[in-house]
Nanobody, 116 residues
C-alpha cells in the first residue's frame, strides 16, 4: 500500500499563487510517477501534471506556462507550484502515485478555490 498526504490548498484571488505538496509513504517503488489531477464540480477528474522519477513532466494544455510540477525523490514528495491562477482552476486537487503492476494510489484531495 501507498499512502499520500496532501497539503497547500486554499482560497486565492485570480492571478494569485498556491503551492501544493504531497508526501508518499509505504511501499514506494524505486521508479514511479507522481502527479496531480483535479475535479471541478460536475466534471470528470482530469490530469493536471505528472512527473516521473527521472524528471520527465507532463502538463495539461490549460496549465502550461502557469503551473510547475517538481519532486524531491529523497523525500518521496511532489510539489505543484500554481501561478496566475484562474477561476477555472477551481476544484479538488488529488495527488496521484502510479507504478506499472502496482497501480494507482490517490490522496484524499485538497480544495483549491480561485475567486474572480
Amino acid at each position: 500500500q501507498v499512502q499520500l498526504v496532501e497539503s497547500g490548498g486554499g482560497l486565492v484571488q485570480a492571478g494569485g499563487s498556491l503551492r501544493l505538496s504531497c508526501a508518499a509513504s509505504g511501499r514506494i517503488s524505486s521508479t514511479y510517477s507522481m502527479g496531480w489531477y483535479r475535479q471541478a464540480p460536475g466534471k470528470q477528474r482530469e490530469l493536471v501534471a505528472t512527473v516521473t522519477t527521472g524528471g520527465t513532466t507532463t502538463y495539461a494544455d490549460s496549465v502550461k506556462g502557469r503551473f510547475t510540477i517538481s519532486r524531491d525523490n529523497a523525500k518521496n514528495t511532489v510539489f505543484l507550484q500554481m501561478n496566475s491562477l484562474k477561476p477555472e482552476d477551481t476544484g479538488i486537487y488529488y495527488c496521484n502515485y502510479y507504478k506499472m503492476f502496482q497501480g494507482h494510489y490517490w490522496g484524499q484531495g485538497t480544495q483549491v478555490t480561485v475567486s474572480s
